[in-house]
């Protein structure tokens, strides 16, 4: 690996958004101005580049939406022949399965963040008084 290679990262910018499409965040990405390399898939837009533009790019994406706007650092560059379909005689490229996986779970994460957002915890109801152990000692006991 040369001096070069070592700061060059990949991330995936993936949408779960009602206000903002995946072509917007496509859009963000190829109006900035940093020498990026911009690869649009089925889940979403792979972004490879130094890691001060690569940073840079995400950070407006993800100010678009920040709840529904997710990113995940790619550990192989595309064309890496490690990881390249090509070279290894098709098939879906290893950990295909996962990020299919972990992005169908984006919208219960997304709705979660929603919620926190607007969570007020003055408006939390009083938690019960606290138990002595022998008394939950009791309770357990009494329903074994």
């Known amino acids: 690996m040369s001096g070069e290679d070592v700061d060059e990262i990949t991330k995936i910018v993936v949408i779960d958004s009602d206000s903002v499409l995946p072509s917007d965040a496509a859009m963000k990405i190829y109006e900035s101005d940093v020498d990026i390399t911009i690869k649009e898939t089925c889940f979403g837009t792979m972004v490879t580049g130094p890691r001060d533009s690569v940073e840079k790019v995400v950070a407006e994406v993800r100010a678009l939406d920040p709840n529904h706007v997710f990113v995940k650092q790619r550990g192989f560059p595309p064309g890496d022949e490690r990881r390249c379909r090509a070279s290894r005689g098709g098939g879906p490229r290893p950990g295909f399965h996962y990020l299919r996986t972990e992005v169908a779970s984006l919208p219960i994460i ?35």
């Open 110 to 144: 997304s709705r979660a963040l929603d919620e926190y957002e607007t969570y007020n915890p003055s408006e939390k109801e009083e938690s019960p008084d606290k138990i002595s152990p022998s008394k939950l000692k009791d309770i357990i006991e009494s329903e074994l």
